[in-house]
């Protein structure tokens, strides 16, 4: 099986060890990720892919319009929230200001599910201090 979806009706499946990466250049970072596109709907934009994030990478303070959501498969994922290991799922709503990537010492591996089509903008300033 060469990693591509096998149809057997309505149900598809993808065998995800044996895909290979593609990988993603962000100039904006002068860095790379790595992607496993796996499906996009065509009607709402909804979208999963298997992600890879290499050791030290961050995907610097940004937003995106469209709610997303990472489940960690191996390592973990650094955000401005704190750090995140296997098995936890970390949701990011729409709109909001994040920063997140791998550790210095190990790459991360998730999967990445998102509610429309990904867009990103990137802020480069963090989130607005509260007034006060």
């Not at 909804?46 to 610097?60: D, I």
């Not at 098995?87 to 997140?100: A, D, I, K, L």
Request: hydrophobic share 35%; with cysteine.
């Amino acid at each position: 099986m060469s990693g591509e979806a096998e149809s057997a009706g309505h149900v598809r499946s993808w065998d995800t060890h044996t895909m290979p990466w593609e990988i993603r250049r962000i100039d904006e970072l002068d860095g790379d990720l790595a992607a496993k596109p796996l499906i996009e709907d065509p009607d709402t934009g909804m979208s999963v892919m298997k992600m890879k994030y290499f050791a030290g990478f961050t995907n610097e303070w940004h937003t995106h319009n469209c709610a997303h959501g990472r489940y960690v498969l191996d390592g973990i994922l650094k955000t401005h929230a704190g750090s995140f290991g296997p098995g936890s799922f970390v949701w990011f709503p729409e709109g909001s200001e994040m920063e997140h990537g791998a550790t210095q010492d190990n790459d991360v591996t998730f999967l990445f599910i998102a509610n429309k089509p990904v867009d990103i903008h990137y802020t480069q300033a963090g989130p607005a201090e509260p007034a006060g």
